[in-house]
């Protein structure tokens, strides 16, 4: 099992930035593609951004240009730099891992982060 815990959230104002950072632990050999959800009041969990273990990367439309998804093998974690907030990025945030090269990885969950983008 994978256990993954999320850090970063918090509230700023439209047009700012935040980091979002998701540790993974476990059984972290398992891992191959890491990727970021989010979640707002009323919606769909959607695909925010994926990146694979061989560097492939997927991001929402919506985000192009404004987030940037990485991730540091050696220490397990997976970040999401998230620039020109608007407040439509308002949502609670997910790290999720899987087993399988996919952009769309949904093994494991982490617990979520909220973010606010107030305008």
């Known amino acids: 099992q994978v256990q993954l815990v999320e850090s970063g959230g918090g509230l700023v104002q439209a047009g700012g930035s935040l980091r979002l950072s998701c540790a993974a632990s476990?059984?972290?050999?398992?891992?191959?593609?890491m990727g970021w959800y989010r979640q707002a009041p009323g919606k769909q969990r959607e695909l925010v951004a994926a990146?694979?273990?061989?560097?492939?990367?997927d991001y929402a439309d919506s985000v192009i240009g404004r987030f940037t998804i990485s991730r540091d093998n050696a220490k397990n974690t997976v970040h999401l730099q998230m620039n020109s907030l608007k407040p439509e990025d308002t949502a609670v945030y997910y790290c999720?891992?899987?087993?399988?090269?996919?952009?769309?990885?949904?093994?494991?969950w982490g617990q979520g982060t909220q973010v606010t983008v107030s305008s």
């Open positions: 476990g059984s972290i050999f398992s891992i191959n593609a």
């Open positions: 999720a891992t899987d087993r399988k090269a996919t952009i769309r990885p949904v093994g494991s």
């Open positions: 990146i694979t273990s061989g560097g492939i990367t």
